[in-house]
């Protein structure tokens, strides 16, 4: 069975294609894209439908069932303006831009690079790379991903996977940061994730975030802080910044930082660096407790609130860090697989409904008008249909209970 194939670092541009992204077919999303592209015929006309709307339906090119095709099907009625004055979470909270003209006005398309990066082979049951990738025996870091490249599908970005070459004298995580900055050679902005971070709320562009948390053009990267544990705190008794997600903007200064970052422990320029190549929290406290106070102008480093960019709601009781708009789901792997189903049907049932209704002329036969005699259908008379507006739910249950 032939292995898969990857793009060289050198074609990371977004102009180069990464051959081989193997990708789940979900059954939700095939079932949309079957209800769009197909019509009732066996449904009989003996009485009238009952009519509903349309609303937000999207037009799908003739014979195409591609999974781009799927996608826009079931994200492109929703997706958020991207200069929207605010955001209306799912329990109701608003969130709203900061006073002023928004940054970011149009979508930044493939500007924008959603970025894996990784060193392991990741080919074993149940893993990105395997051949065979089945619902129910998908390893929880393969949804993180999988809903990565889903994100930058929804949206038009650019994706990648880097398969990272392994430092030999480091923990695995470093070599993220010296594959950021080869990134952010090729692309103005690149959004790094952990394989256990996901945006909650597919539907929301990244350029709106962008103009929510202000970033500017000064701005170098944006990081959120971590839960109030002891843990978490660096020499100087700050909180760390957690560097399983980061944005960061294309400069002369962001690339001369990620290049002291990567440095750090030959400690050329940081004494005291090279304990955080093998110990606990590796660069992420290199980071902490190094860069971060080397790069202290204004809009260098934006620190997002935990309980915006961090934790999950089942972490809520560690510093309220519950992941409004990015989830981290440090507090329990085995929930990514849950998340990514959610990421799917939150959207996937509300136009399921739609287009139940929309076609109800198809398949709803309203047998109102009629009363049962034994066996047999005998239409109302006008009195009759009077008193069964009063009798609705006669001999019934509520669903059951």
Known sequence: MASPSYSPLASM???????????????????AFIYYAFESSYIPTTFKPTQFPHHNNVSLPENDSSMATVIKAL??????????????DEEGTVFKLPQGEPRFREKLGKRVLIVDIDSRSLKGEGQ??????????????SAGMLSHYMFAMIHGYDYKFIRAPDYEDRWGTWVKVPMMREALKTHEYIVFMDSDVMFHY????????????NMTKDTLAMMSIDPDEPQNYDAKGNRYLNTGFVIAQQSKRTQEMYKNWAECPSEKRYKGCAKW???WAHEQAAFGNYLRYDYDR??????????????????ENRGGCKGIFVRHYWVGKGL???SLADQVMQYFLPRLHSFYLQESRHHIIDAKGFRIDGAELVELTAEEKATLKNSDGKNQKDEGF
């Not at 994200?75 to 958020?80: G, K």
């Not at 204004?298 to 972490?315: R, W, Y």
């Open 13 to 31: 541009g977004p102009q180069g294609r990464w051959r081989r992204v193997l990708l789940i077919a979900m059954i939700p999303m095939v079932c």
């Open 75 to 88: 994200y492109a009625p929703i997706l958020h303006p991207v200069d929207a004055a605010n955001f209306t």
């Open 128 to 141: 990105l790379m395997n051949e065979e990738l089945k619902w129910g025996h998908m390893r929880p870091l």
């Open 202 to 213: 597919p539907h929301l562009p990244l350029e709106w975030l962008l103009n929510y948390w």
């Open 277 to 279: 190549k093998l110990e």
């Open 298 to 315: 204004p809009d260098d480093i934006k620190v997002l609130p935990c309980v915006e960019a961090n934790g999950a709601p089942e972490a």
């Open 336 to 338: 990514l697989s849950q």
